[in-house]
């Protein structure tokens, strides 16, 4: 019983950490790219960022990729020190299929009428 036990938990520890492991993280060196997925499948951007100072990344209004943002974005420091830049990083699904533009911008969103600081953009085609 406890050789059950323990396989099946080793089971499930290789199919989470493969299933992790398959996820496609873009960076900022994939903007201008076209990036093909298959439907349903989630990836990362991961983009430098300091939200400390107000700036964060999200989805620009006249983004049109048939993806949908999952979850909040998620920060992790370059270092320890206070107010420390670091990555940011958002997490997407891709729909049933078709084609657009992911846009993304980083600025403070309490800006409105303040262009943002940086863009990022990559075509998106669902298979």
């Known amino acids: 019983m406890i050789k059950k036990i323990l396989f099946i938990s080793l089971l499930a520890w290789v199919i989470a950490g493969c299933a992790a492991a398959g996820t496609r993280t873009l960076?900022?060196?994939?903007?201008?790219?076209?990036?093909?997925?298959?439907a349903g499948e989630t990836f990362?951007?991961?983009?430098?960022?300091?939200?400390?100072?107000g700036y964060v990344w999200e989805v620009a209004a006249d983004s049109n990729a048939p993806v949908t943002q999952v979850g909040e974005w998620e920060f992790k420091a370059d270092s320890d020190a206070v107010g420390a830049?670091?990555?940011?990083?958002?997490?997407?699904?891709?729909?049933?299929?078709?084609?657009?533009?992911?846009?993304?911008?980083?600025?403070?969103?309490?800006e409105a009428q303040t262009p943002p600081a940086e863009t990022f953009e990559v075509q998106i085609i669902i298979n």
């Open 27 to 38: 960076t900022a060196q994939d903007a201008g790219k076209t990036v093909n997925l298959k």
């Open 44 to 53: 990362k951007v991961t983009l430098d960022g300091n939200p400390t100072t």
């Open 85 to 110: 830049g670091g990555k940011l990083t958002l997490t997407f699904q891709a729909g049933q299929g078709g084609q657009g533009a992911l846009k993304l911008v980083y600025h403070r969103p309490f």
